[in-house]
C-alpha cells in the first residue's frame, strides 16, 4: 500500500502525524510523497475558518489529482464532521486518527522492527492533549477535549528513544502545554515533566512550545537558568495588547 500524508497546522498536528507515520512504518508501510498513492491522508486544522477551507480545498485538489486513491481528513476536522462533509464529495471521508488507525491494525499486525526517523531535525515530543479554558474566539476546546496528560514513564521512554536514535534537540508540545499533570492532581506539573526529562536523558536539549503569559512561573525561570539543556527561548502568544 502506497500511502500520502499531508499536515496543516499547529506543532499538536506535526506530532500527531509524526507518531502516525511511526506507526505506518511499524506495519511495514513507506508513506510515499511522489507517485500515484492508494490511500491519501489529510492531517487537518480547524482553528480559523480560513484553515478549514484551505483543508478542503486541498482535499478536492488531491482527490481530483488521484481519482483511484482513497481520501480521508483526520485530526481537527473528524471532530466537525458535519460540517465538513457537507463542502466534500462523498468519496472524501472524516475519520478521527484514532479510529483511523484502528483500521490499519485490523488489516495488519505491527512487525517487531525499528519504526524508522519520522522528523526532520527536531523531533516533537507531544505530552498533553486538550484544553478547558473555553476562550470565546477558539474552537480548540472542542475539537481536541478536555486536557490529558500522557503518561509521565511513557513522555520518557520517547525522549529516550528520540536521544538514542542521534536527536540533539526535542522540542516539548500539547494542545496546552502548562497545563500537564493538572488532571492528575499535580501543582507545577511542566517542571516536574522537565526535572523528568533532564534526569532521565543525557545530552539532549528540550525546547518548550507556546506558554501563555501566566504560565511562565518563577519555578519554571529558576529551572530554565540552572541548565543549558532546557533552551533559552519562550514563545509567548498574546491574543490582545490591552
Not at 506507526?23 to 491522508?41: A, N, R
Request: proline content about 6%; charged content about 25%.
Amino acid at each position: 500500500m502506497k500511502v500520502l500524508v499531508k499536515t496543516f497546522g499547529c506543532r499538536v498536528n506535526q506530532a500527531d502525524t509524526q507518531e502516525l507515520l511511526q506507526f505506518l512504518s511499524s506495519l511495514g508501510i513507506t508513506p510515499v510523497e511522489k507517485g500515484i498513492p492508494d490511500l491519501v491522508i489529510i492531517n487537518g486544522c480547524v482553528v480559523t475558518e480560513r484553515a478549514a477551507r484551505d483543508v478542503v480545498k486541498e482535499a478536492r485538489k488531491l482527490a481530483k489529482k488521484h481519482s483511484s486513491a482513497h481520501i480521508i481528513i483526520t485530526g481537527c476536522p473528524a471532530y466537525l464532521a458535519t460540517r465538513i462533509r457537507q463542502s466534500l464529495p462523498p468519496r472524501i471521508r472524516t475519520m478521527p486518527l484514532e479510529e483511523l488507525k484502528s483500521l490499519f491494525t485490523a488489516r495488519a499486525q505491527p512487525e517487531d522492527k525499528p519504526s524508522g526517523l519520522h522528523y526532520r531535525t527536531r523531533p516533537l515530543l507531544k505530552v498533553q492533549e486538550g484544553c478547558d479554558r473555553m476562550c470565546a474566539f477558539c474552537i480548540v476546546p472542542y475539537v481536541r477535549g478536555t486536557p490529558r496528560s500522557k503518561p509521565l514513564e511513557r513522555v520518557i521512554e520517547e525522549a529516550q528513544k528520540f536521544e538514542a536514535e542521534g536527536a540533539k534537540e526535542i522540542v516539548v508540545t500539547g494542545t496546552h502545554l502548562a497545563l500537564y499533570g493538572r488532571d492528575r492532581g499535580w501543582n507545577n506539573g511542566l517542571e516536574r515533566l522537565l526535572e523528568a526529562l533532564l534526569s532521565n536523558t543525557h545530552s539532549v536539549h528540550f525546547r518548550l512550545s507556546s506558554l501563555d503569559p501566566d504560565e511562565i512561573t518563577p519555578g519554571l525561570l529558576d529551572l530554565a537558568s540552572s541548565t543549558r539543556r532546557i533552551c533559552r527561548h519562550f514563545h509567548i502568544p498574546l491574543q490582545s495588547g490591552s
